[in-house]
């Protein structure tokens, strides 16, 4: 390993300085700034001498062979995500979360449990639907139990009766279903507003969103004002129920870590698919 002498010594500095100022007129104006120059070289850092020690823990050393990087995700439209990433961090900002913590304020935490509740029941047909696409017939039948439960017992799913009963969520959406399958996530997408995802789970987000308005309770009353409310409690609750704030790590490299634990979960939460919750 070769030394690193890169600083010139502050005497050596100077001396030559002053030297040089011998071959110069009286007052010009090189004096000093010659002197300058040779100075601002000066330094005081110890010269770093000897091999550099090798980190403790390589990530090669963590992961089993074969098994893909997380941190390597794919980005095919990096700009347009770190465009997103920065309109999300305004939005939610300057006007999600100034609606979110106005419902925060003026409900008791008692309301807002019953809303959540009350969304939570109203969901379960896209939860119904994709176990049924996994055929996981056990974790479909305790959704339709959860269902009945909640609609008669927890008085139309606003108290959560099920739960209670030993009856857990059996949370599914088509993403998953489409990565149980063996479907590819395809390249990270920051989408504007709804936030971090992929080509995969973007495509199971409109098929859940269809199967909402067709066989969900936008379809049970075909009502463009229930639509609207609805619409806006599910946002509000939604956004209520996430303590995620963009910015909020202090990291310069907050968009690469989003990146990497988004696509980690998911691909864990894939891994789970098939299973009764």
């Known amino acids: 390993m070769k ?24 007052g010009s104006l090189l004096v ?8 601002s070289a000066c330094s005081t850092a110890p010269i770093v001498t000897g091999p550099v020690e090798p980190p403790l823990r390589r990530y090669e050393d963590l992961v089993k062979p074969g098994q893909p990087n997380m941190l390597d995700v794919k980005d095919s439209v990096e700009g347009f995500n ?48 994709n176990n049924l696409m996994q ?20 008085v139309g799913g606003l108290w959560d009766q099920a739960k209670k009963m030993g009856l857990n969520r059996q949370t599914e959406d088509f993403g998953l279903t489409l990565g149980h399958y063996g479907s590819g996530s395809g390249t990270y997408l920051m989408l504007p507003v709804l936030g971090a995802s992929n080509v995969r789970d973007t495509t199971g987000l409109v098929a859940d969103v269809a199967t909402s308005n067709y066989l969900g309770p936008v379809a049970w009353i075909n009502d463009s004002t229930f639509t609207y409310a609805y619409s806006g409690i599910y946002a509000v609750d939604r956004r209520h129920r996430i303590p995620f704030r963009y910015r909020q790590t202090g990291s310069p490299f907050e968009y ?14 894939i891994g789970q698919t098939g299973e009764v919750k």
């Open 3 to 26: 030394n690193y002498r890169d600083h010139i010594p502050c005497s050596m500095a100077y001396a030559t300085a002053k030297r040089s100022a011998g071959f110069l007129t009286k």
């Open 32 to 39: 000093p700034l010659l002197a300058v120059l040779l100075l």
């Open 82 to 129: 770190r465009g997103s990433y920065r309109f999300n961090y305004y939005f939610d900002e300057y006007l999600y979360r100034p609606i979110v913590r106005g419902y925060e304020f003026i409900t008791p935490n008692y309301v807002e449990d019953r809303v959540s509740d009350a969304i939570d029941n109203l969901g379960e047909i896209t939860n119904l639907t």
């Open 135 to 154: 055929f996981n017939l056990k974790a479909a039948g305790i959704t339709v139990s959860r269902f009945v439960i909640n609609s008669t017992i927890g």
């Open 256 to 269: 690469e870590l989003i990146r990497s634990l988004y696509t980690m979960k998911r691909d864990y939460d």
